[in-house]
């Protein structure tokens, strides 16, 4: 017994080692966790921000219309119809929802607001592929750890950091 207790000692370390200090193994395991999350967004990226639910949504929109570019197209379901997504309140009024869109890429950016008259918690939810919706795919869940930083980096640089540079402004 006594010598079969180095060798197994030794791969519980490895194996404890690798799991604590690999990126992707804590983020694979942060995702299997998040299963088990209540709520609408339970996998999103949440971003708290000092700012007034109705002073967030303002500032998204003056953002859209600073730069069109960021104004998601008309989009489709089946190839015969067409139609504008539209910024709105959840249909059980919690969170007010709002599309950006990424030309670049051609992707539509779901993100969520929800808050008080003091503070607001964006939720960077979700990524559709391409105008045709029904291709979503949820931050934090449908992609491997690399695709969600850069996902999730470029949401800061492109379009978060953006709109906190207008509410610092208002």
């Known amino acids: 017994m006594g010598k079969y207790l180095i060798p197994i000692a030794t791969v519980i370390l490895v194996v404890s080692a690798i799991l604590i200090f690999s990126n992707t193994a804590r983020y694979e395991l942060a995702k299997r966790m998040n299963m088990i999350s209540a709520g609408s967004y ?39 119809n067409s139609f504008t997504l539209e910024d709105s309140r959840s249909e059980n009024g919690l969170w007010f929802v709002a599309y950006l869109y990424d030309s670049k890429e051609n992707k539509i950016l779901n993100i969520a607001i929800r808050g008080n008259e003091n503070n607001s918690t964006l939720e960077f939810a979700s990524i559709n592929n391409g105008l045709r919706l029904g291709n979503w795919k949820d ?3 449908d992609f491997s750890y690399n695709e969600n930083q850069q996902l999730k980096n470029r949401f800061e640089e492109s379009y978060l950091n953006p709109i906190k540079k207008l509410l610092e402004n208002n």
Do not use: G, H, T
Request: glycine fraction near 0%; hydrophobic fraction near 35%.
């Open 139 to 141: 931050i934090n869940r």
């Open 42 to 80: 339970a996998f999103s990226e949440s971003y708290n921000l000092p700012y007034s639910e109705a002073s967030v949504i303002k500032a998204i929109e003056k953002f859209k219309e600073k730069n069109p570019k960021y104004k998601v197209p008309e989009v489709s379901i089946f190839s015969n």
